[in-house]
Structures are given as C-alpha cells and as structure tokens.
T-cell receptor
Framework: SAVISQKPSRDICQRGTSLTIQCQVD?????MFWYRQQPGQSLTLIAT?????????ESGFVIDKFPISRPNLTFSTLTVSNMSPEDSSIYLC???????????FGEGSWLTVV | AQSVTQLGSHVSVSEGALVLLRCNYS??????LFWYVQYPNQGLQLLLK??????LVKGINGFEAEFKKSETSFHLTKPSAHMSDAAEYFC??????????????FGTGTLLAVQP
C-alpha cells in the first residue's frame, strides 16, 4: 500500500490565521484527495488535486478558504485560511492505488482553532 | 448518485460476541464498497473492499463483509469481538471519477464498543 505522510500531525492555531498541511506520498499518483472530518462526524471530501491543473472543489468548499497546491505527482498541500473554531477538524489526505480500486489515507492532521 | 447509510451510530458487544455493523448503499451503477476503521486518535485504515467477483470478502483482523445486491447491503461481521476492535467503522461507496474508482462517499460511521 502507498505510504502517505502528513505534516503537521497536530496543531493548535489562533483564529484568523492560516495553516498549510502537507501530504507526501511514496509513489507517483495522478489524483490526490483532501477530506475533512469534523469532530464526531464522518468524512467529507473537500477537493481533488490533480497535478498540473486546478483543484476541483466539492460543493460547500471554495478555493479562497482551502487553497490547494499540487506541484508534482508525490506532493500536495492544503491551506486552511482565516481559520475559525468551526475549522477545528481532522484533515486527511488520500490517494488511489494501482487501478484506483483502493483508496488509502494518511494519518491525518488534527487542527484545533482557538 | 451514490449514498451510504450506516444503521446504528453506536454498537456495543461483549468480548467474544459476534460483531455485526450494518451498511446499506445506493448506487445507480455497480458499486465498489469499502469498510475503513479508525482507532482513537488515528487515521483511517482499510479493512476490506468489494469491487467485483466473490461477494464475500475477507479483510484484516478477522473481519469480513458480504455484498448483497438484492438487499443493497454490505454488512461487516466478525465472529468473536476482541477488546482491540473498539474503534469507529466507516462504510464507503466509490464514485466513478475519470474512469476509475477514486472518490469515496462515506457513511456516518458506527462506534463499536467492546465490553469485557
């Protein structure tokens, strides 16, 4: 399975600030996905990041709030901008493997906004 | 559009008892189905998946699930619960995206507690 590393693993942030989360994969992948898991809830897809093109955002998520970079086939960043306590969540990076039939997740980045 | 329903947000079983976590899906195309487990303070780990072929799929840690098209179900079972199985379990269905299975729609999760 793909090895997916996320940084930071945890952080406590002040409201109004921005934080960039990094996702590094040990193999080249075309698509990378960013999910959010709010406290006690399920996972919701934020956006799909393809290398060489703009990220595709899901309904309810906008680029100004969650800008994404995808500079190469093994790396992506998600920025959570102008954070509020409602942004306190786990943010997870995920990638498909092989034929795309299996999706693997990183360990997540636990963000608390105070 | 695909969707997933997990019945029972909390399930409690005794150690050694059968574990049954329910998942029903809705999909306009043949689905790919997944179960993930999330242990406390950890990310998601793939338990098992159904894509095509045999409808009874076996996963890690003694879990298995059966795809039943007629019932649109993909329930997760384990014959004998261990204390270490206490975690949250998510059922997910794939959304075909760009010709491959990539985007996942998740259920709301079931928190499994195992009592000694």
């Amino acid at each position: 399975s793909a090895v997916i590393s996320q940084k930071p693993s945890r952080d406590i942030c002040q409201r109004g600030t921005s934080l960039t989360i990094q996702c590094q994969v040990d193999s080249q992948v075309t698509m990378m996905f960013w999910y959010r898991q709010q406290p006690g809830q399920s996972l919701t897809l934020i956006a799909t990041a393809n290398q060489g093109s703009e990220a595709t955002y899901e309904s309810g998520f906008v680029i100004d709030k969650f800008p994404i970079s995808r500079p190469n086939l093994t790396f992506s960043t998600l920025t959570v901008s102008n954070m509020s306590p409602e942004d306190s969540s786990i943010y997870l990076c995920s990638v498909p493997e092989g034929s795309g039939n299996t999706i693997y997740f990183g360990e997540g980045s636990w963000l608390t906004v105070v | 559009a695909q969707s997933v329903t997990q019945l029972g947000s909390h399930v409690s079983v005794s150690e050694g008892a059968l574990v049954l976590l329910r998942c029903n899906y809705s999909s306009s195309v043949p689905p790919y189905l997944f179960w993930y487990v999330q242990y406390p303070n950890q990310g998601l780990q793939l338990l098992l998946k159904y894509t095509t072929g045999a409808t009874l799929v076996k996963g890690i840690n003694g879990f298995e699930a059966e795809f039943k098209k007629s019932e649109t179900s993909f329930h997760l079972t384990k014959p004998s619960a261990h204390m270490s199985d206490a975690a949250e379990y998510f059922c997910a269905v794939s959304v075909f995206y760009g010709g491959a299975t990539n985007k996942l729609i998740f259920g709301t999760g079931t928190l499994l507690a195992v009592q000694p």
